[in-house]
Structures are given as C-alpha cells and as structure tokens.
T-cell receptor, first 115, second 118 residues
Framework: GQQVMQIPQYQHVQEGEDFTTYCNSS?????IQWYKQRPGGHPVFLIQ?????EVKKQKRLTFQFGEAKKNSSLHITATQTTDVGTYFC???????????????FGKGTKLSVIP | GAGVSQSPRYKVTKRGQDVALRCDPI?????LYWYRQALGQGPEFLTY????????KSGLPNDRFSAERPEGSISTLTIQRTEQRDSAMYRC????????????????FGPGTRLTVT
C-alpha cells in the first residue's frame, strides 16, 4: 500500500538548537499536511503544502515540499521547550479509486528539548 | 467554539463484547474521519464520511468494524466481538470541507477513546 516514511523517529536537542524532520513517499503526493501532537494530546494541524517546491514559514517553523512532490521537511530554528511533541507528516495521494480519501500518516518524529 | 468531542474517553471491555464509540464533530463540519492510533505510531485511517454518506471504508480492518453517520453529524464506530488486538486509541476528526478524491483539507482531531480489551 501507499506509505509515508518519516525520519528520524526520535530527536533530542538542547534548547536553542535547530531541528529537522523528513518525510518521504515512493510515489507522488497530491499534497502533504503536518501535524503536531503534544504528549497526551491529539494531533493538531500545522500546515498543508500543495505545490511542487513550495516553502512556507510559521515563525520559527519552515516547511518544504520537494520538487517531485515525493518528500517534505519541517525545520524548527532555535527550539524551545514549547516545541516538545511528536511531529507527523500526512500524505494525500492522487485519486486512485478506493482509498483516495485517505490521509496517510508517517510514524512521526518525537522531539525532546533539553532546557 | 467547541471542538470535536468523543465518548467515552476510556473504555475497558472483555473480549467478545461489542463496543460503540461516539464522535461529535465540530458543528457544521461536513466531513468526518475515523482513525486508530497505536502507541508510538501515527493515526491509521479507518473510514470517512461526507455528510451521511460513507465515502471510503477501505481502512476498516475486517467486518467486525462498522461505522455510521445517519444524520450527517454524530458518528458511531462499532466493533463487534472485540479482540485484544483491537486495543488502541480511536480518534475521530472532522473537516469543514467535503473532501474529494485526492484533495485534502485541514482536519480537527478529537481527544480520542482509549479502548482496552481484556
């Protein structure tokens, strides 16, 4: 089936260091979404990328969608303790019949920030 | 405003029993999704509704799982003859737009129902 691979699985950083998580698909995506899940919480939508090569920024967060629409990344500059949580990418694949409505989540990258 | 709510928040049941999990989406949201999330994993798609129509149920693991949304609002996920492998967090999400094949919109997740089958 269609899968979205996400690396790394875990990342421990000192507060103030940068953090990046990567998401890869073997097939072209229609678009990709990113979610953040705090410990004990539920996934919260961060952003959606649709266009090839798209780059979007939200304060210290920078999101990129690859030219081939097969990969994406989330980069956090100067991490803070409030950034702690698991970051998921979720890929949406082009219309392919059954399963076309599925948002396929990666396994997530769990970020720990050491104060 | 109120977000997505789910009930019960926790459910412990004995193997072989049926369970019904409820989702109350954000008012006015036309799309509703059910996911299952194992510990340390991302949400896994189960099924999807636009209004009252079940558009995609390809993620339901087997025929013990079913879902309905009869009036296009509240939805119920039913698991019959529960098994220990059904233990997981079941999450509901809603979206303001009617999803189209290959076109996605922001999803708002509920707090989930933690199901434990003993």
């Amino acid at each position: 089936g269609q899968q979205v691979m996400q690396i790394p699985q875990y990342q421990h950083v000192q507060e103030g260091e940068d953090f990046t998580t990567y998401c890869n698909s073997s097939t072209t995506l229609s678009n990709i979404q990113w979610y953040k899940q705090r410990p004990g919480g539920h996934p919260v939508f961060l952003i959606q990328l649709v266009k090839s090569g798209e780059v979007k920024k939200q304060k210290r967060l920078t999101f990129q969608f690859g030219e081939a629409k097969k990969n994406s990344s989330l980069h956090i500059t100067a991490t803070q303790t409030t950034d702690v949580g698991t970051y998921f990418c979720a890929g949406y694949f082009p219309d392919s019949g059954a399963g076309s409505y599925q948002l396929t989540f990666g396994k997530g990258t769990k970020l720990s920030v050491i104060p | 405003g109120a977000g997505v709510s789910q009930s019960p928040r926790y459910k412990v049941t004995k193997r072989g029993q049926d369970v019904a999990l409820r989702c109350d989406p954000i008012s006015g949201h036309v799309s509703l999704y059910w996911y299952r999330q194992a510990l340390g994993q991302g949400p896994e798609f189960l099924t999807y509704f636009n209004y009252e129509a079940q558009q995609d149920k390809s993620g339901l693991p087997n025929d013990r799982f079913s879902a309905e949304r009869p009036e296009g609002s509240i939805s119920t996920l039913t698991i019959q003859r529960t098994e220990q492998r059904d233990s997981a967090m079941y999450r509901c999400a809603s979206s303001s737009h009617a999803g189209l094949a290959g076109v996605s919109y922001e999803q708002y997740f509920g707090p989930g129902t933690r199901l434990t089958v003993t």
